[in-house]
């Protein structure tokens, strides 16, 4: 896929894990990346429950995550509040970003995301469906607020895989190619868009207001039925994907080569985009729409990684959750004491930082 990584590299391990003797410089390396990102991310769990209105001490932060403590005011404050946050911005990171990793490889399309497949525009059209004609949205003018969640999350996913099953009706009926598949998801993308176009004309201020308010996309939603909705989801699909590593690895090498190699190209890519689109979906919809965070994950991790998916799966979590809860940090504290939500920083930071990293790609 991305032209830098071939098939001696991606093949220099064997599948039963143990490296063949060229390679043995080439794992400690990757696996020496992996671990300063996962003790960077650990060391972020307990750092930032420290910072917010009331400064809690790093040794107390400490004693209430190890001690699972949240009877003591510094552990409520830790668990009830700071944690559930980090936890979903953690997850939702991890999540969006493989999901990104997956389709980047099976629709051998470096700009590839679930968010490229129109996903991100039918959970919103999902939303604001159920604000408007559900009553999930306030309808006092002086408030802003879905005093229904669970219905709006509710439509945001059903409409959010409808997007998916689309697609997936229309590569099987048609057996349309990787690329065209992307170009189906611009045009499912624009569809829905015009239908929650729709949805805000006819809607009276008030639910214009929950309208936008969703779409910003916020960890600030989280809690920890939510977080552990998602980490049920989460982990079970990771494993898959990680199974399937040397798949990833084959197609990633070219069509012809993974084919050759015994790998059911079609299938994987189906099976492939319908998993990340599920994870996307339950992801946007319970925090709405987080931007750039499927994009960024995946090219950085390639960036340090390279694109062996034994390493760069787990790299692009690890990164994407790094760079969700920097993104959420900055959004608690730059214009104090207002909370921007993430989706807005993720945006702001991410588009520049994307065309740079394009820029870089292409110029190498």
Not at 217 to 237: E, F, H, S, Y
Request: aromatic fraction near 10%.
């Amino acid at each position: 896929m991305n032209g830098t990584t071939g098939a001696a590299e991606l093949y220099s391990e064997s599948p039963d894990g143990g490296p063949g003797e060229a390679d043995v410089e080439y794992v400690r390396r990757r696996r020496l990346i992996l671990g300063f990102s996962t003790i960077t991310l650990v060391a972020v769990l307990f750092i930032v429950p420290c910072f917010g209105p009331i400064h809690i001490p790093w040794t107390k932060v400490v004693a209430s995550i190890v001690t699972l403590d949240a009877s003591s005011y510094e552990g409520r404050i830790v668990w009830n509040i700071r944690m559930v946050r980090l936890v979903g911005a953690v997850i939702a990171g991890a999540g969006l970003s493989v999901c990104g990793t997956v389709m980047q490889c099976i629709l051998r399309n470096p700009l590839a995301s679930p968010y490229t497949l129109g996903l991100s525009n039918a959970a919103a059209f999902g939303a604001a469906f159920s604000i408007v004609f559900a009553g999930a949205g306030s309808m006092a003018s002086s408030s802003i607020s879905i005093n229904n969640p669970f219905i709006t999350t509710i439509s945001a996913f059903v409409f959010s895989m409808l997007a998916t099953g689309l697609i997936a009706l229309l590569t099987r009926i048609t057996r349309i190619s990787a690329e065209t598949m992307v170009l189906a998801g611009i045009a499912i993308s624009a569809i829905f868009s015009a239908l929650l176009s729709f949805t805000q004309y006819v809607a009276t201020d008030s639910q214009l207001g929950n309208i936008v308010s969703w779409m910003f996309g916020d960890v600030g939603k989280a809690n920890w039925t939510w977080d552990l909705a998602i980490l049920a989801i989460l982990i079970p699909i990771t494993v898959y994907f990680l199974l399937k590593r040397w798949d990833y690895n084959a197609m990633d090498a070219g069509e012809d080569t993974a084919r050759s190699l015994g790998v059911n190209t079609s299938r994987e890519r189906m099976v492939g985009m319908v998993l990340s689109s599920l994870l996307c979906s339950v992801i946007v919809s319970f925090f709405g729409i987080i931007a750039f965070i499927g994009l960024l994950g995946p090219h950085i991790a390639r960036m340090v990684l390279g694109g062996d998916h034994r390493y760069l799966i787990p790299g692009s979590m690890i990164i994407g959750a790094v760079i969700l809860v920097v993104s959420d940090q900055i959004g608690m504290y730059v214009i104090q004491p207002e909370v921007l939500p993430v989706g807005i920083i993720t945006s702001m930071v991410g588009g520049p930082l994307f065309i740079y990293l394009l820029a870089r790609r292409y110029r190498a």
